[in-house]
């Protein structure tokens, strides 16, 4: 997948992660994989849902969606767990 | 999939929607379907990431997942449109 981009979801609006994977696709990215972490998932998901059914409706399509827990350090030092979700949007 | 049981996750606790889920798979339920709107979405992950690492490790796995959009009525009686997760928990 040498084509495939990378977009980390955070905390800006769901249309800015939009506008970024739109320009992507049109630099010929083949597929573009939304990374979220906690909170940050459910905006992984609108961005998914606003891409195929809105900005890039009927061009692109959710090909993978993949969940897991990752370790990060807190504040204090100590390793939380963390759900994460990998969202693959894919050229159709 | 007559063996199937939806759990819809909600404001609860994580570890409430875990212990449903236990519950329904000793009562020989094959699979379970979590099912969430909107900012609940990250606690569906969580719910599906414990049961698989922690409560029922080697026992459930996630099978599928599924992502899409509904339609909800507003308190004002706008629709309003809201991404939703569907996330498949079966034996192992």
Redesign the interface.
Known sequence: MTEENTVFIGNKPVTAYVMACVTQFNRDAEAIVLKAR?????RA??V??VLR?RFMKDRVD?TN?????EQIETREGNLS?V???E?TITKI
Chains 1, 2 share one sequence.
């Open positions: 906690g909170r940050a998932i459910s998901v609108d998914a849902e059914r959710v969606i993949q969940i897991d827990t767990n759900s994460a979700i969202i």
